[in-house]
């Protein structure tokens, strides 16, 4: 098996997206200097600065690793849970 990047992997991941519940919620005015954080640590990438500075968040790509509610607390999620039996990441890679 040739080498693959985190990209290539992540992308090989099925992801089941509960529109009825979001697993995470956000505080989209928070700490800014927390949110950064957040933008920096995301595996998945889902905290984004948009080009007006606001905080843009989807939990659809959730790696479930819990990053976010440990490297900000309640401070900038607002609350998070894992999703609902039979949803959310599906890992295809191990």
């Given at each position: 098996m040739e080498d693959m990047t985190v990209e290539q992997?992540?992308?090989?991941?099925?992801?089941?997206?509960?529109?009825?519940?979001?697993?995470?919620?956000?505080?989209?005015?928070?700490?800014?200097?927390?949110?950064?954080?957040?933008?920096?640590?995301?595996?998945?990438?889902?905290?984004?600065i948009d080009e007006n500075g606001e905080l843009t968040f989807d939990y659809a790509g959730c790696l479930e690793c819990g990053t976010c509610l440990v490297a900000a607390g309640d401070t900038v999620v607002k609350s998070w849970s894992y999703p609902r039996g039979g949803m959310g990441v599906e890992f295809r890679l191990g």
């Amino acid at each position: 098996m040739e080498d693959m990047t985190v990209e290539q992997k992540l992308a090989v991941d099925k992801f089941h997206v509960d529109e009825e519940f979001a697993h995470i919620e956000v505080d989209k005015d928070a700490d800014p200097a927390m949110i950064a954080r957040l933008v920096k640590l995301c595996p998945a990438g889902l905290y984004v600065i948009d080009e007006n500075g606001e905080l843009t968040f989807d939990y659809a790509g959730c790696l479930e690793c819990g990053t976010c509610l440990v490297a900000a607390g309640d401070t900038v999620v607002k609350s998070w849970s894992y999703p609902r039996g039979g949803m959310g990441v599906e890992f295809r890679l191990g």
